[in-house]
């Protein structure tokens, strides 16, 4: 089914793609100014990004007409034939200084730094990553003023005809099956008739979107007949970045890096919301990773141990900025920009002669035959309990804290002193269920 579920998302994303060809075919670029007269807010903002400001005339650091006519990334020169000069800009001491870097950046870059880049006329029509670069060329756009005549959705494809390529686009579609791309799609059809409006908070972009700018949010109903029926935009780009405004936060993040992830890896029910301080889960809880993590909602386990408290998601599911969303252990090799880059999660904090895969995959599976004990014995007691109250009652602990280890999904690995708690309370608790019959 994930796998029916994947491709049928890749072929909706197709679809999309190839639409956006049509348009670039057939629409000229027109630059960004033109677009400031009617998304005035937008463009401010996006006037102030590394994407507006990748290329910029050299004048703005003083240095034009000495052989340079453009300043890429606030640090590299390039001349009027587009190559790269052996001199580069200190920011820090607003100076000009020797460079290693060399080649064309016409030829080899541009095609990513520029808006209508002609690769066979080695042209470009506009200077930077404009508007257009992601929604496309804005001829007809502006006289129609019609959605269907320029470029505009929650989809990836915006982003990945520069950030693929080993980057981070084609890196989520590495993730394992259906990864935060295909959620949606496969999410739709696995629950079938128990998606609920609720799951689609943290599944869809369109909806997820919606819950930021304070829209309307679509119900289910209308992904699956409605209006919004081809739409199945999962966790894209988007939902976690901002695409036209510089943030407090790196990488134009809309929140920051540990709210991103754990506004829905939680276990609660309220978007943004992990389980308050001092609560505890009433039934067996979903996707409890952040309370995992803090080490908080369990029964009978004193709350607060946080064997990671100093790490974020991100720092082991994110390590050097990859966007698999896979803990590097061990090492994960990738080649963005073509430069090979190493992921190892671990060696951040452990010695990597101690923190081995073998070690961590025994951890895991030993974890998981206690797991798998305790719900075989919870299975044998609860159906001995038939009948008494008391006893019921008290094996619902343990199920919740049995729940708890297994939706966090880590195998122990988020938070291994609590979650070892977790278990002997719970086997604390099939005891005690036991006396109870």
């Not at 209308?222 to 970045?241: A, M, P, W």
């Amino acid at each position: 089914m994930r796998a029916k579920a994947l491709i049928l998302t890749v072929l909706c994303l197709s679809l999309v793609a190839l639409s956006s060809v049509a348009l670039a075919a057939s629409a000229q670029y027109v630059g960004s100014e033109k677009c400031a007269t009617c998304h005035a807010e937008q463009f401010e903002n996006w006037q102030k990004t590394g994407h507006a400001l990748i290329v910029q005339d050299a004048s703005v650091v003083g240095e034009k007409g000495k052989g340079f006519k453009y300043l890429i990334a606030d640090q590299y020169f390039v001349d009027k034939d587009g190559n790269y000069v052996p001199k580069e800009w200190n920011s820090a001491t607003k100076s000009v200084e020797p460079s290693t870097r060399s080649g064309s950046w016409l030829q080899n870059c541009a095609s990513c730094h520029t808006t209508g880049y002609d690769a066979k006329k080695l042209t470009f029509a506009e200077a930077g990553i404009g508007c257009e670069s992601c929604h496309g060329p804005g001829s007809k756009h502006i006289k129609s003023f019609s959605a269907k005549d320029i470029i505009c959705n929650p989809g990836n494809e915006m982003c990945t005809s520069c950030h693929g390529a080993n980057r981070q686009g084609e890196q989520m579609g590495m993730m394992n099956e259906p990864g935060h791309l295909g959620i949606f799609e496969a999410a739709l059809i696995e629950r079938g008739d128990g998606y609920s409006d609720r799951c689609a908070t943290c599944h869809s972009a369109t909806v997820i979107l919606a819950i930021q700018k304070g829209e309307k949010v679509p119900s289910v109903d209308e992904f699956r007949t409605g209006s919004l029926k081809n739409d199945r935009y999962g966790i894209t780009c988007v939902v976690c970045h901002d695409p036209h405004k510089v943030t407090e936060y790196g990488g134009q993040l809309k929140t920051d890096s540990q709210t991103t992830c754990v506004q829905c890896h939680t276990a609660t029910s309220n978007f943004q919301n992990p389980l308050p301080a001092g609560e505890l889960f009433a039934k067996a809880p979903k996707h409890s990773q952040a309370e995992g993590l803090r080490g908080r909602g369990a029964l009978g386990v004193t709350e607060g141990i946080a064997t990671h408290s100093q790490a974020t998601c991100a720092d082991c599911h994110m390590t050097n900025g990859n966007h698999i969303f896979k803990v590097g252990t061990p090492e994960i090799t990738l080649t963005p920009h073509g430069r090979e880059t190493v992921f190892n999660s671990c060696v951040g904090c452990h010695s990597e002669s101690i923190m081995t895969a073998e070690r961590l995959a025994t951890f895991q599976e030993n974890n998981m035959q206690r797991v798998e004990a305790l719900v075989a014995e919870y299975e044998a007691v609860k159906a001995k309990a038939a009948g008494n109250d008391n006893a019921l009652a008290i094996l619902e602990k343990a199920n919740v804290n049995l729940g708890f280890v297994q939706s966090d999904g880590s195998k122990g690995v988020h938070n291994p002193e609590y979650f070892r708690e977790v278990l002997t309370a719970a086997e604390v608790f099939i005891k005690e269920a036991k006396a109870a019959l």
